[in-house]
């Protein structure tokens, strides 16, 4: 990776969606007066009749995106470069001023829509979702939470910038984090082992700074959750993101399911690996290599190639992603590669006003950082496929199916891969991808099931909570890889997981969105434009239904059973060849 192939947008010249009618054009929302002065305008605005009832719901989308694009933007430019204190200084002012101040104003707001929908009618089926969610919201609401999660926030800026700043000196130079996974594709095992080592010593070095760091997160979110009338931050979040459609005891029956049936395939993958490398045991560091002693996947050296490549690949899953890849390109709304200073992981940003998709994350040229990219481009779409919906709610689907969106673009574009590759290493690339599934299915079920207990059981140690880990960890692990002498590294390996820190339950979505993922892959296999045409209602949805009601849209099942379970990894293990 290049500084040639670092694109940033000028998001001073990105336009509204929709021409403002009640955000003034020239208005600082960065500026807390300004955006006080907007919510109470608002709060207070005359409404007569329903027609000027769905005026004044516009009316808050409108604010509300465009304040929200002001935020992103931040973030976005914090992210991409992290060791640069003006990028994080304003990152700061907007979190430690404007959320909090908005977070009571957007209460106001939620009673004066509860007033107003008492009386005045609207289209029950068009405003049902919309009105479930801000119940939800005001039942949740406690000013006292205001400035706590404003120490939230701060808190999760601090772990981006210690994960951003840590880097590695390996072979004569600095490497990012994310560089140094390229090391573990290497044949040469010695060479696996040192740079593993040299990856997981320099995170040891940052343990007790992180440890610190989440017991405080911690307190915080647990005193959030009792301020909120809730036993628990579990409920509390459970609550606050609205699962209306499945409850703990669920995710507690995907563990065990998980448990019974993915994780004995999982440790046959491992097992065939073991013995395809003649090792015995298998360690840590030999884990993504090619156990068949082929050298590492190389799709890409530059970041221009991964572009333009992977535009041809959506292009030939559906002609509209291609195209709306390209825009994306063209108006510099990707920045992808990994870089000192940029901050771990990827994401796609909604930009809530423009309604753009932005993708940032850290390629190193390797097949994983493709696949990232169909992942986050997955996302991107269904931004653009609910674009056209006026509320702002609306564009935002549940996190059960917008994972859909990405892990099934993953398994669609991947048919392609002949962009990258010759037929061997599509094939290859194929199959490793489905084996990734069948780790990722336990790993989620390994950090769900950790974070239950973590806010089930607030008045933990630190120590506590190691040991936890490690039986959790163990629980769902194949116990084929032998961590003998490493078993610090084994113990704090949930350092690495972001989620855990800045996103706390955002994690069961994964695995249930994979399960659903799955389920459209398997319906493209027997009728693709079938498929693809009801992968795009489910988009089109955005959040404008329930979450298996938009399941149902995508011609696939909200259900995370025993029963949907089985098949789906039994159509996988018949694609990977395992018995």
């Known amino acids: 990776m290049n500084a040639a192939d670092t694109v940033s947008v000028d998001f001073e010249q990105l336009k509204p969606y929709s021409p403002r009618s009640f955000v003034p054009a020239d208005a600082d929302l960065t500026d ?32 509300e995106a465009a304040l929200d694009q002001a935020g992103s933007i931040l973030y976005i430019r914090m992210t991409c470069q992290t060791d640069n204190e003006e990028r994080a200084n304003a990152f700061t002012a907007f979190i430690q001023t404007i959320s909090p101040a908005v977070k009571p104003l957007d209460d106001q707001l939620n009673h004066r829509f509860i007033e107003l929908n008492k009386q005045y009618s ?20 406690d000013e006292r939470n205001v400035e706590l999660q404003k120490q939230v926030d701060l808190l999760s800026q601090e772990y981006q910038k210690i994960c951003g700043s840590m880097s590695v000196d390996f072979q004569g130079r600095e490497h990012t984090m994310p560089e140094m996974s390229k090391y573990l594709l290497e044949l040469d095992r010695d060479l696996r082992e040192q740079a593993w080592r ?77 013995q395809r490398m003649k090792l015995d045991p298998l360690r840590p560091w030999d884990g993504a290599v090619d156990p068949l002693g082929r050298t590492p996947l190389k799709p890409f050296e530059q970041v221009s190639d991964l572009i333009s490549k992977t535009q041809r690949m959506f292009a030939k899953v559906d002609p509209n992603f291609g195209e709306q890849f390209a825009h994306m390109a063209s108006k510099g709304l990707l920045d992808l590669a990994s870089r000192k200073g940029k901050a771990p992981g990827g994401y796609q940003s909604a930009l809530d006003e423009s309604r ?23 996302h ?28 099934a673009m993953e398994l669609l574009a991947r048919e392609y891969m002949e962009e990258f590759y010759s037929a061997d290493d599509k094939q290859r690339s194929i199959q490793d991808h489905l084996e990734d599934i069948i780790f990722i299915l336990p790993w989620v079920a390994t950090i769900d099931s950790f974070q239950h207990w973590i806010y089930e059981n607030p008045d933990h140690t630190p120590e506590q909570r190691r040991q936890k880990w490690i039986e959790t960890y163990r629980r769902f692990s ?56 009801k992968y795009k209602q489910g988009l089109a949805l955005g959040g404008s239904r329930s979450v298996t009601e938009i399941y149902e849209a995508a011609g696939i099942k909200f259900d995370f059973s025993r029963e949907i379970i089985e098949p789906l990894i039994d159509a996988v293990r018949s694609k990977i060849d395992l018995a």
């Not at 002065?37 to 005026?55: C, R, T, Y």
């Open 478 to 533: 194949s116990g084929v890889t032998d961590w003998s002498g490493l078993e610090e590294q084994e113990a704090y390996l949930w350092h690495r997981q972001l989620h855990i820190f800045e996103v706390p339950f955002y994690y069961i979505e994964y695995g249930i969105a994979q399960l659903g993922a799955l389920q459209v892959w398997r319906n493209a296999q027997s009728d693709w434009s079938g498929a693809i045409d």
């Open 380 to 407: 991107a779409f269904h931004s653009i496929a609910c674009a056209h919906d006026e509320i702002k709610d609306y564009r935002h689907a549940p996190m059960e199916f917008c994972e859909v969106a990405s892990m």
């Open 32 to 63: 807390l007066d300004t955006v006080v002065g907007l919510f109470k305008l608002l709060i207070a605005a005359p409404v007569n009749s329903a027609a000027q009832f769905e005026q004044w719901i516009l009316n808050r989308s409108e604010l």
């Open 356 to 378: 753009e998709p932005f993708i940032f994350m850290n390629a190193v040229g390797t097949d994983s950082d493709v696949n990232t990219l169909l992942h986050e481009g997955g």
């Open 122 to 141: 609207l289209d029950a089926d068009r405003y049902r979702i919309y009105a479930r969610g801000i119940q939800a919201a005001i039942e949740l609401f």
């Open 198 to 274: 040299a990856s997981a010593d320099r995170r040891l070095k940052d343990k007790d700074k992180l440890e610190e760091l989440f017991d405080k997160m911690l307190k915080l979110r647990h005193q959030i959750a009792l301020n909120a009338g809730c036993e628990n931050f579990m409920e509390y979040k459970f609550r606050q993101l609205q699962r209306f459609d499945y409850t703990p005891a669920d995710c507690k029956q995907y563990h065990q399911t998980v448990e019974q049936v993915v994780v004995p395939v999982w440790r046959k993958v491992l097992e065939r690996r073991k």
